[in-house]
């Protein structure tokens, strides 16, 4: 996957700073999850889509997933993504489903319910992106 030195500028909501900060400060990914019933939440919220709750903490994820769905897009839409460039979605193993890309364009076709693993990405403009690489065959 052709990676570019910058990344589309981001326009960060309420709850989105700590997201960002954690994968570039600390080197993980944390979410979100709902200190009344556990449910983790992404993208970050005000309150739990399950039980309406403000209370969260922001705890860090496992980095594993489903691949869900993926696609190759053939026309540049953004010029710091060169085409061709894949688009994912995985659910994470903690439930949400995130949208990234995968570190490389899969060489198969078949790899929809494939396991995935997060790996974050330093970016030369200082900003740290979730990506996945395939960590097994499909099911």
């Known amino acids: 996957m052709l990676q570019t030195s910058k990344t589309p500028r981001r326009i960060l909501g309420l709850y989105d700073?700590?997201?960002?900060?954690?994968m570039k400060e600390?080197?993980?990914?944390?979410?979100q999850c709902c200190s009344e019933c556990g449910?983790?939440?992404y993208p970050p919220a005000p309150v739990c889509a399950e039980c309406l709750s403000p209370d969260y903490e922001w705890k860090t994820v496992s980095g594993g997933g489903e691949?869900?769905?993926w696609i190759i897009f053939?026309?540049?839409y953004l010029p710091e993504y060169?085409?061709?460039y894949n688009v994912i979605a995985v659910r994470l193993d903690e439930g949400p489903i995130i949208i990234s890309n995968l570190t490389s364009n899969?060489?198969?076709r078949d790899i929809i319910g494939a396991r995935v693993r997060l790996v974050l990405v330093p970016m030369a403009d200082g900003v740290t992106l979730p990506r996945f690489e395939?960590?097994?065959?499909?099911?």
């Open 39 to 41: 449910a983790f939440r």
């Open 106 to 108: 899969p060489e198969r």
């Open 134 to 139: 395939l960590t097994e065959e499909v099911r």
């Open 17 to 22: 700073e700590p997201f960002w900060r954690y």
């Open 26 to 31: 600390e080197g993980e990914m944390r979410l």
């Open 82 to 84: 060169p085409a061709p």
């Open 74 to 76: 053939h026309k540049q």
């Open 67 to 69: 691949l869900l769905s």
